[in-house]
C-alpha cells in the first residue's frame, strides 16, 4: 500500500502563487505517472497536469501558462508550483500516482484564492 502526503495548501491573494508538494511513502517503486488533480467547490475533479517518470508533461488549458509540474530526482515527489492564482483557482487539490501495481490518492490539500 502506498501513502501520498500533500503538503503547501493555504490561503493566498490573486496574483499570488503557492508550490505544492505530494511525497510518496516508499522510494521502493517508481510511479509510472504522477499528476495533479483539483476540484472545486460542487464541481467535478478536474485533471490540471500530469508527468510521466520520464518527466513529459501534459497540462490542462486552464493553468497551462501559470502551472508547471515537475518531479524529484528520485521520482517519487511531485511539485505543483502555481502562479498567478486566481478566485477560480480556489478548490481542493489532490496528488494522483499511478504504479504497475495500482493508483491512489493523496488526502487533499485546500487552495483559497481570495483577498
Known amino acids: 500500500q502506498v501513502q501520498l502526503v500533500e503538503s503547501g495548501g493555504g490561503l493566498v491573494q490573486p496574483g499570488g502563487f503557492l508550490r505544492l508538494s505530494c511525497a510518496a511513502s516508499?522510494?521502493?517503486?517508481?510511479?509510472?505517472?504522477m499528476a495533479w488533480y483539483r476540484q472545486p467547490p460542487g464541481k467535478q475533479r478536474e485533471l490540471l497536469a500530469d508527468i510521466s517518470s520520464g518527466s513529459q508533461t501534459n497540462y490542462a488549458e486552464s493553468v497551462k501558462g501559470r502551472f508547471t509540474i515537475s518531479r524529484d530526482n528520485a521520482k517519487t515527489t511531485v511539485y505543483l508550483q502555481m502562479n498567478g492564482l486566481k478566485p477560480e483557482d480556489t478548490a481542493v487539490y489532490y496528488c494522483?500516482?499511478?504504479?504497475?501495481?495500482?493508483?491512489?490518492w493523496g488526502q487533499g490539500t485546500q487552495v483559497t484564492v481570495s483577498s
Open positions: 494522483y500516482a499511478r504504479y504497475v501495481f495500482g493508483t491512489y
Open positions: 516508499t522510494s521502493a517503486f517508481t510511479p509510472v505517472t
